[in-house]
């Protein structure tokens, strides 16, 4: 179904609001782009009998301008601005017909970034609706210098804020620990100060906007947390030795009311039986167990991680979890919308941004439901699949 419509009304569908317990059967109406109370005497009719809608999924955590492949380096390298800018496009829009309609982009040239969020939002092209944060704040030489985001010293990564607030991103990402995909950095240790991250977090928190850390070893996460960082990304406690107690940072995580963003992937499924796995399940469980405030996220573009991959993530969020399917869908819908601060979508309510899948079974019961895809609306608009 390729036609498109801002007044819809879906005829007995079950529906899953994002907040309930479970699906109960009722229609739903949207009007310009939003759930409305009623329908309008405009709004083409869907019998929707059968399916189950749910929201919009929110993906946390990608880079639309990487490939998903093992030569993704020198794909990004040899890639012209252009072409890097119809690559994103491409990869939105694959999220999108997988009924990703809210795309946080936490890494890729900021002018880009930019361009193609305003784009989709003026309908010049077709996409999820995007957060960005354009380059990434990196020390010189540290985790993905390559997206052009180096500062160095405490004046040079406040100036480092101001230019990405001017240019206009949504967030503020600083690679708070080294990287797997950056040779010559340590994932293990710090690449900024206390004092560093002290200096991006007042200067972004000054200038109205959030700071999100990545930070897969220890100190990086010690140091994100003294700085005052709004959320961490991947936080897989990483160490020299591997056997750093980690209770006491994750107590810190918590005290603080630092929203984690896991970047779990669809891959590890296949992992089950490694140690790598059964450690990342056991610290997935701490921190849900722990209280801590958590989203979904996949880290998609990387190698390995289709810009798909979501729902394959949930699963295996689920598995590690010990969630229920209903708990772990919250994750990537209701929960997301609230820790983003995204207050009109996540759910399937009167006034909130009319982003909704319409599926042929339940997902609140089995998270592969996810992949049988009837229809995908996006701001009210039928999305062609």
Not at 31 to 47: H, L, N, Q, V, Y
Not at 50 to 75: K, Q, S, Y
Not at 132 to 150: D, N, Q, R
Request: proline share 4%.
């Amino acid at each position: 179904m390729n036609n498109e419509s801002t007044h819809l009304s879906l005829l007995n569908a079950m529906v899953w609001s994002g907040t309930q317990e479970s699906p109960i059967k009722r229609n739903v109406f949207i009007e310009d782009g939003i759930f409305a109370d009623e329908p309008s005497t405009k709004a083409i009719k869907i019998d929707a009998s059968g399916l189950t809608l749910i929201p919009g999924l929110i993906e946390a955590h990608a880079h639309l301008c990487f490939n998903a492949g093992t030569d993704w380096r020198a794909v990004y390298d040899n890639d012209t601005p252009s072409r890097m800018l119809l690559r994103m496009v491409e990869n939105g829009q694959k999220m999108l017909r997988a009924g990703i309609t809210t795309v946080r982009d936490l890494g890729a040239p900021t002018e880009l970034a930019v361009t193609l969020r305003d784009a989709i939002e003026t309908g010049v092209t077709r996409g999820p609706s995007l957060l960005v944060a354009g380059a990434p704040v990196t020390p010189t030489g540290g985790h993905c210098y390559f997206m052009g985001g180096e500062a160095d010293g405490e004046l040079g990564v406040r100036v480092a804020v101001r230019e990405r607030v001017k240019a206009g991103t949504d967030w503020i990402k600083v690679m708070a620990s080294g990287g797997n995909m950056t040779p010559g950095t340590n994932v293990e240790r710090a690449q900024y100060s206390v004092d560093e991250m002290r200096a991006i977090v007042d200067e972004a928190h000054r200038l109205g906007t959030s700071v999100t850390a990545h930070a897969h070893g220890v100190e990086g996460i010690r140091h994100a947390l003294a700085g005052g960082v709004d959320m961490l990304e991947h936080c897989s406690f990483q160490t020299p030795n591997g056997s750093e107690p980690v209770a006491e940072v994750i107590s810190d995580i918590v005290t603080k009311k630092t929203i984690v963003s896991p970047t779990i992937v669809g891959a590890l499924g296949g992992q089950q039986n490694t140690e790598r796995y059964a450690r990342r399940a056991s610290l997935t469980k701490q921190l849900v167990e722990s209280g801590a405030r958590i989203l979904m996220s996949t880290d998609c573009g990387i190698p390995n991680t289709p810009h798909e991959d979501l729902s394959y993530a949930l699963e295996v969020m689920q598995h590690m979890s010990e969630l229920s399917a209903l708990e772990t869908l919250r994750l990537a819908t209701s929960t997301s919308a609230k820790l983003l601060d995204l207050n009109d979508r996540g759910c399937i309510e009167t006034g909130y941004r009319a982003d909704l899948l319409a599926l042929h079974t339940d997902p609140t019961k089995d998270l592969s439901a996810l992949r049988d895809i009837k229809y995908v609306i996006s701001a009210g608009n039928l999305v062609s699949r």
